[in-house]
Structures are given as C-alpha cells and as structure tokens.
C-alpha cells in the first residue's frame, strides 16, 4: 500500500519541530558560594523575562532549563547583592555572592520564625541586634533592652541579684490580666512568669532571666496587632522574638572565649544625718530607753557619760557593701558542607550589694542544623540553666532588713546585734535588728530549667516547604525559707519551703507555598498549633522550731501543707497570604481560630485577622530624587485580636481547702485530723469569652541621603472591649464574695519614633546615632456598665474616664480657692481623691556610637517624663525623722487658712508635729517618677591582627563599660531611683509602689574576648 504524500510530510514536519524545541532548551548546572567560598542554599535562580525559576540546594547546586545557550540568569538571596550571569553556553556555572551590607541588617524573623525583608513588612518592628544587648553587661536580658525601642517600656523591680522586670509593649491591653509580652525563642514561646518572691514579700524573678544573653544573635520586637495576629491569644500584648547564634557551614571550629568582671556601688537615698536618736529634741541611746524616732538633739552636741562625743554611724554605707559580679563564657561554632552547630556554657555569679545575697547561673546552649538530604534539614537545640539564688524579704514587712537600714538613728551602732544573752540587741521592740535579719532570716532558691526543640523542615519543591516544630519549656523550682527563733514576729521561729514543677508544650505544622506570577510574587502560609501548660505547686509551713538554726521541717513543732496543680491548653488554626506586585505594592492578609481551655465552652472557640498594606513609593521616584530618598514606604494596617487573658478556672468555681472557718463552734481545720473543703468565694463564670482587640496603624518608613539617615514613624489606636475583669464584688446573699466577668473597654493612642542617622563617615571614622521617641495615651473607657465605674487592682485603679493605673488615697483639706486648710496649724485631711497615674506621658532614648580604627565608645541615655509613684519610705522616714527634708527643725507657720477662723492661718507648729502629721496624708507619698539616665558607657578596643599573628587568637578585644552612671531624678523625688517602682512585683497591682527594696547600683566593668 502506497502512503499518502501529505502523511509523509507531517511527519517530517513534527520530527522537525521536535529536534527543534530539543535544541531550543539548554540545562545549566551551577554552583552558588559566599565571597570565601561557603556553599548557600536557598538561593532563586531565575532567567531572565522568562518563568522558569529554581533553588539552590543546602550545599549550594542547582540544576535548570533555560530557553537557550544564550540565557541570562538573575541570582538573588536576601541579604547579597542580585547578579545577572550570562550563560554563554556554558553548562555549568560558579557564582559568587557578595554581601549587601545595605541590606544585611534588614533581614528580620516574623512570626512563626519566618524570615522576611523588611522592606516587605506592612506592620511595625524593631530589631535589637544582641551585640547590643551584651553591650549592656546586663544579667537580665529585659534590663538590657530598657529604652532602646520605640513602644516599650522595661520596668524594673529592686537593684537585688535576679530581680524581676517587667516589659510593656504599646501599654496596657487588659484592666486586670497579664500585660507583659509574650517570649519567643527560636520560634517557641518560653515561659516568662515571675516567680520566687520573698516568704515575707518583696518581688521574685522573671524566668527569662534563665537566659544566658549571650548566645542572642538579635532580638525583633513586633508591636503592633496586625504584626503578632499570627501568635494567637498570648500575642495580643505584643512578641518579642529571640534568635540565637548558629553555626557556619563550611568553617573550622572558631571558639569564643570572654571573661567580665565589674564593681556594682548602691545608689542611695539622701537622708538626714544631724539628728539623734530620740522625740521632741532630747535624746534617746536606744540602750536604756528605746525609741523609734530620730527627733533627738544635734549630734554634734551629745556626749556620752565619759564626756567622749557619742559615735556618728551612717547606717545606710556602713551596711551596704561593693557588689561584684563575675561572667565567664566560652563557645565553639563551626560547621562542614552538610551541618553546622554552636555550642556555649556560661557561668555567671552576682555577689549583691546587700550582704548575704547572691545569684549564681549555668548555662549551657547547643545548637545543631544538618542536611538530611536534599529535601530535608533539621535543627536540634536545646537550653538549659541551673539558677541559685539567695535573697532578702523586700518591702515594708519586718523580716526586710533594709526597712531598719533605712529608719535606724545615726546615734546608734546596729552592727552588735547580740546582747549578752544570745537575744537581739534592739533601739526599738517591734523591728528586727538588720544584721541579725542577715544571719537568721532569708530565701533560698533552685531552679532547673530544659527547652528542648526540634525543627524540621521538608522541601519537596522549590515553591513549596513543610515545616514542623515541636519545642518544650520545662522548669523545676524550690524555694526555701526560714526565720530563726528570735524574730519580733515569729519568736519560735518558721520554715517555709515550695516546689513546683512547671511544663509547658508547644508544636506547629506550617505549610508554606511561594510562587511568582509575571510581576506577583505571591505567598501564602497555612498552619496549626497546639499548647499546653501543666503546673504542680506543693508547699509545707513549719512553725515552732525544736532547735535554733535548724531549719528542716522535721523540726517544726506544726506543719500544714498546701497543694494546686492546673492543666491548661490552647489551639489554634492560622493562615496568612500576601501578594507583592512588582516590588511596589504589597498586601497581607492573616486569620487565626483559636480554642482555649479557660473560656466557657460556648465561647471556646473565636476568630480573627489583620488585613495591612504597604506602598513602597521609592520604586516610582526618578534616579536624581532616589539618591536622596533612597527608599520609602508608606504602611496601613487593621487587625482584630482575640486575648483569653484570664486565670484558669475561673469560668468554674472549685473546691478550696479550708484552713480555718467559723462554723458556729469557731472550728479551725484540720479537725480530729480531717481536712475541710468549701467551694472557692470566687463564682466561677461559665459564660466567660475572649477579650477583642481592635487596632488601626499607619507609619511610614524612609531612608534618605545614601541610607546615611533613617526613619521610622507609626500612630496606631487599639480599642479593647470584653475586658476580662476579675475582682468583681457580689452580694453576701449570693454566698460569694466576686467573680469574673467580660465588661472593660480600654483604649490607646499611641506615636512611635525611630531615627537613625551616620552623622559622620569616613575610611577611619564613623559616628552613628539612634534615637527613639513614644508617647502613648491610654485611658479606661468602661470597667462594669452599670455596676462599677471603678475597680482596685492592688496598689492603684482602674477608673471610667481616667488613664489606667491611678491612685487613690487621702489628700490634703483645702477651700474651693486650693489653698491648705489648717486644723492648730497643721495641714489635715478630711477625704480621698485620685492622685494621678503611674503610667509616664512619654518615653525616649539616645545612643551615640563611635568608631575610629580599632577603637570603639557608645553611650546611651534614656529617659522617662510624666507619671507619679508612691513613695512608701516617705511615710516612714517623715514620721521616724530621718527623711531629708526633716533637717530644717526649726518652727514654722504653715502657709494656709484656719479651718475654724477662715483668716490666715498664725499658729506656729514645731517641725516635728508637721512631718508627722502629713506623713499620714497619702497626697504627701506622691512623687514624680520622671528621670534621666546614662545608661550605659562603652568602649572598647580591638588588637590589630599584625599583632596577633604569633599568637593563637584571631581576634583579642577589650572593653570598659559603665551602667547607671547618672541619674538625673525629678525635683520632689526623695528616693535613690525612681525606675525602682515595683518594689512587690512586676504583676498590674504593684505599679508605680516604692517601698524598701535593694537599691539600684552604679556599674564598672572591665571585659575580655578572644577568638581563635
């Protein structure tokens, strides 16, 4: 059979066209390296005008068709400069990669511990680099972070070793729940509670203290709702993400050794150091007679009965002594083509100021990452820490030694603290003598600490990535204390001691998928997470010891014991999508549905999201008005965030034990050796739902004149409603005292301000400036419609209409004129009114780096204006006659109106009848908290590697540094540092309350680092 010639010619023609389209692809393989030959991965290659595209694997190949020989590449990795590398019918290709330092720096972790360019990011953020915060040499890495960004506020408690801080992103978000930001940790919450305060009060220690500050490659704060919708309920107050230090593919192990040591001075209050001993002008010897006052004569007019003149004594130098802190660090990084790791231990050792109290920390930090294959990596990690610390009782209860410290007559010698017969050798009865307090009353606490993770990641293709992370934050606590027999309160004295056990889970599943579309570069993250928190307290009271200084339990002639125990769990389903068109136009979009243990199981479960958009106007300016403005974005965002800020169990009312209840027969339990149980006072609400935020933010991002000036501004206004109160009284006929309810709505005002700028730059010397600026107002706009306009929350208030955090006490009688009413010639007060807020109109801070060879100085200044505080010594010292303004005794009339007249008033009052009158009067407690400080000081100096060419180190650096040098404090201010105001706690109740803590320190440190 003949074949058609039209058959024969198709075939022709397809084999043709077939043999044509295989010559027209061509397949490059390649290799991508960094400038000293490290292989990368996760680079995109793509050609040019076309849509093929690929990846680079962990060691750095990649393997692509192209539309011919002649095909242009465009290699890009954030964080390098982008090259075009022609083909030029080579097969395969070597590309080196040269940093940007332009860019380098805006690399930054999201949520989830996502790495974007910040360019792209439509929320605002700040990244605090960790060589800054080790430059701070401080042991609490929240300390470190105080007044370097916009937005945050770090509220420290005492000057104590390990004591609490607290930190406040963009103010308060609940009336009465946690305020403090949520801790992340390499993409893991991590717990950051306070625990461990005084058995006789005083604050404890916020856990991320465990954290060695060290091994922090940068810290990324992200503020706003729209930045942290993604970390569900807990990050409804604003995240703070940790990134530690990793290793480096391809290097020989590279080992870090560095060693500080620095001298801590106390910062003092003034007081008066004229007087005795004593009441009305005569003195007292605290021998014969005792007395709590120092109203007694001039020392320089008393002699003792031998007619020597009677001893001065300082009280407050001669017992507080130099504190002095060690840190010893050593780590190893390196890595070969497929893992790298980075391994550091840490041994810190703080000796205070108060003698007798101390803090000593391991750390140990080990990092690994590895390519399994080519499609799948893992990191392993795991922190841990071992903590002791021993401690004083803070505040104004009798076990505080510094309570005496402060109030002890400069006539008297606390320091022999025995008298003949083994008993305290007192000036007055009812106050423990200090130095017996050193020897016989104090805490002892051990904390072990494991945060293990797991991180893999699975990469089937080049658009598309699985990642699943599953992380621990495991905590073992126990506390002791103790009272010797002897104590003004417990003469038969107590031991106290408390374990708990502290677990807390956390895993997420992330699918990530990225794919580019003409000029849309499009993503989009789907995930899941699941959390749980287990916590077991047990503790045992023993009073009445057998023996003297023997403090175990066994001992105590009575012990009782406590136990509590909760579970709690979250879960969460999130997305989030973006679209970014032609690098100009940028929008996201993100949603969570959330499910929480402690809400009423009809309102368990509640959703929301954030919708932000971001312009980056610099794409559309011309090349003469780009080298001014080198880049510009314009940002929006609105978020909706769920916030289940409340304890647990309070939408249910348990049983509690009881331990004395009036039954009619007055019968105190345990009876006839059975325990009693009654239901909590506290009704339980089953209706409880999730407090909602509601947040606007604009900003706008600049950098200008060749990235030598930066700015970074935002305004956002967050409205919380469904507040979660807790507190609330009920009715005796109901048979409970309070409850839990949603009824608060808080709102917040807020303006954010970061400018960088490199004033000065040449080959040798550079001079670069940071400088932060926030003024938030927040003010409560509900607390209980229709049942209160008020509601305490501890030490300060909660009132409709007013900034949150008030106080409230007595104040001062006047006319409606203002002017002082006067009862005898002596101000009184006749009623309470609201004495303004602890929180401070704003914030802001300074810091000047300069660079010259191998010579390095910074220092940084930070301040807070506005807002008021409660100085509790002041009623003390007022009454005592020890307060600095009580040295003027002389007479006075007291500028005023007679209540009981009407006219001027004439009567003249002795100094002593005045101070002890207002000391009562809470208005004359109220101080300014405003201050400005130097922070900190640095300078450090670099050996020129020519010197160490015949020594084993690479790099030998040293470095001065000074912390807390200056304070400058509001005029009216009596205390020694007004940024000590949470003498109790970092807990909402204790804003604001100065009172008898370990006074801050003046730091001088010198430090050692060595890289070989």
């Known amino acids: 059979m003949r074949k058609s010639p039209n058959m024969l010619m198709l075939l022709l023609l397809l084999c043709t066209g077939v043999n044509v389209l295989a010559q027209s692809t061509f397949s490059v393989k390649g290799k991508i390296t960094d400038s000293t030959g490290v292989a990368i991965g996760n680079v995109s290659i793509k050609e040019k005008n076309q ?17 011919g020989s002649n095909a242009v590449l465009i290699i890009s990795s954030i964080g390098y400069e982008e090259q075009e590398v022609p083909v030029q019918g080579k097969a395969n290709v070597v590309v080196m990669l040269q940093r940007s330092t332009e860019q380098l720096s805006d690399i930054v972790v999201t949520a989830l511990g996502v790495k974007r360019d ?38 420290s408690t005492t000057g104590a070793p390990g004591s609490s801080a607290a930190i406040v992103i963009r103010g308060v978000t609940s009336l009465s729940g946690d305020n403090q930001a949520l801790i992340v940790l390499d993409g893991v919450p991590m717990n950051n509670d306070e625990t461990d305060g005084g058995g006789g009060g005083g604050a404890g220690g916020n856990r991320l203290s465990d954290l060695d500050p060290s091994v922090i490659d940068n810290i990324n704060i992200l503020k706003g709702a729209a930045a942290t919708a993604l970390y569900g309920s807990a990050g409804a107050r604003g995240v703070v993400l940790i990134t530690t230090k990793g290793g480096s593919k391809g290097k020989k192990p590279v080992v870090t050794l560095s060693s500080s040591l620095s001298l801590e001075t106390p910062h003092l209050a003034p007081r008066q150091l004229l007087y005795s001993q004593g009441n009305n002008g005569q003195y007292i010897d605290g021998e014969t007679q005792k007395s709590s006052y120092s109203w007694g004569a001039r020392m320089d007019t008393l002699h003792d009965a031998s007619g020597n003149k009677v001893q001065f004594h300082n009280p407050m130098k001669e017992f507080f002594k130099t504190g002095i802190t060690n840190n010893n660090t050593i780590s190893v990084a390196g890595g070969n083509n497929q893992s790298d790791y980075f391994i550091s231990y840490s041994y810190f050792k703080q000796k205070g100021t108060v003698p007798n109290t101390d803090l000593s920390r391991h750390s140990l930090f080990t ?56 008993t305290q050798r007192l000036f007055r009865y009812n106050r423990n003598n200090p130095y017996w307090v050193l020897n016989n009353i104090g805490n002892h606490s051990n904390i072990n600490r494991f945060m293990p993770q797991v991180n893999l990641v699975y990469t089937p293709a ?59 570069n499009t993503s989009l993250m789907l995930g899941n997470n699941v959390w749980s928190r287990y916590y077991n307290y047990m503790s045992a009271t023993g009073t009445g010891l057998s023996k003297a200084g023997y403090y175990n339990m066994a001992s105590a002639a009575s012990v009782s014991y406590a136990e509590s125990k909760y579970d709690q769990r979250k879960v969460g389903f999130y997305a989030q999508a973006e679209v970014d068109y032609n690098r100009l136009l940028i929008l996201s979009l993100s949603g969570r549905y959330d499910g929480s243990s402690v809400l009423s199981t009809s309102n368990a479960f509640y959703p929301y999201g954030s919708a932000a958009v971001g312009f980056i106007f610099s794409e559309l300016l011309d090349a003469q008005t780009k080298k001014i403005i080198n880049f510009g974005k314009l940002r929006a965002s609105y978020a909706s965030v769920g916030n289940d800020n409340v304890t647990v169990y309070a939408n249910s009312t348990p049983y509690v034990q009881v331990t004395n209840a009036n039954t009619g027969a007055n019968v105190t339990f345990p009876y006839a050796g059975v325990n009693g149980f009654a239901l909590s006072s506290n009704l339980g609400n089953s209706q409880l739902k999730n407090e909602l935020q509601k947040e606007f933010e604009v900003g706008l991002e600049t950098k200008l004149l060749g990235n030598r000036l930066g700015l970074e501004a935002s305004y956002f206004n967050r409205n919380m409603s469904q507040g ?11 048979g409970y005292s309070t409850t839990t309810i949603n009824s608060a709505e808080i709102n917040t005002k807020g303006v954010e301000l970061l400018l960088n700028g490199t004033p000065v730059k040449t080959r040798n010397f550079s001079w670069d400036v940071t400088v932060n600026f926030t003024k938030l ?207 109790f706690g970092t807990s909402n109740g204790n804003m604001g309350v100065y009172t008898f803590g370990t006074p801050t320190s003046r730091s001088y440190g010198c430090s050692l680092k060595f890289v070989f």
Do not use: C
Not at 126 to 155: C, D, F, R, S
Not at 392 to 404: A, F, K, R, S
Not at 483 to 509: A, E, M, R
């Open 724 to 734: 979660l109160v807790s507190g609330i009284s009920l009715a005796p006929s109901t």
């Open 118 to 155: 910040k360019r792209n990011l439509t929320f605002s953020s700040q990244v605090v680099q960790g060589a800054e915060v080790n430059k701070a040499q401080e042991p609490n890495v929240l300390n470190a972070l105080t007044g370097k960004a916009a937005g945050v506020q770090i509220t």
């Open 777 to 983: 107002n927040t003010k409560v706009k509900e607390v209980a419609p229709g049942k209160l306009d008020e509601t305490q929350i501890g030490f300060t208030y909660a009132v409709k209409g007013m900034p949150y955090g008030m106080f409230y006490g007595s104040v001062y009688a006047r006319n409606a004129q203002g002017e002082l009413l006067l009862k005898n010639g002596l101000p009184y007060s006749e009623s309470n009114d609201y004495l303004g807020t602890a929180t401070p109109d704003w914030t802001g801070g300074i810091t000047n780096q300069f660079h010259y060879k191998n010579f390095a100085l910074s220092f940084f200044i930070d301040t807070r204006q506005g807002g008021m505080l409660q100085n509790v010594d002041e009623y003390y010292n007022l009454t005592y006659g020890v307060s600095k303004a009580t040295e003027n005794r002389a007479d006075r009339i007291i500028k005023g109106i007679d209540a009981a007249t009407g006219a001027a008033n004439t009567t003249v009052v002795t100094a002593q009848s005045y101070f002890t009158t207002i000391s009562g009067i809470t208005e004359s407690q109220m101080q300014k908290a405003s201050y400005i400080k130097l922070r900190n000081v640095s300078f450090s100096y670099s050996l020129n590697k020519s010197l160490l060419v015949k020594t084993p180190f690479k790099e030998a650096t040293i470095t001065f540094t000074g912390r807390n040098l200056w304070i400058h404090k509001a005029a009216g201010f009596t205390g020694s540092d007004p940024e000590s105001t949470n003498t």
């Open 367 to 422: 990092k690994y990452h590895t390519q399994v294959y080519d499609k799948l990596s893992a990191t392993f990690e795991l922190t841990y820490s071992n903590a002791t610390k021993n401690f004083i009782d803070e505040g104004y209860g009798l076990q505080n030694p510094i309570t005496n410290v402060y109030i002890s007559p400069v006539s008297y010698n606390l320091k022999n603290y025995l008298n003949a017969d083994g």
């Open 462 to 520: 080049s658009w598309l990535s699985v990642t699943e992370r599953v992380g621990a934050d495991i905590y073992m606590d126990l506390l002791n204390y103790h009272i010797n027999k002897g104590d003004i309160s417990f003469s038969d004295g107590k031991v106290y001691t408390n374990n708990t056990t502290f677990k807390q889970f956390n895993h997420d599943l992330i699918v990530q998928l990225k794919q580019q579309f003409g000029k849309f």
């Open 51 to 67: 849509k093929r595209g690929t990846t680079s694997k962990d060691d750095g190949s990649f393997l692509l068709s192209v539309s």
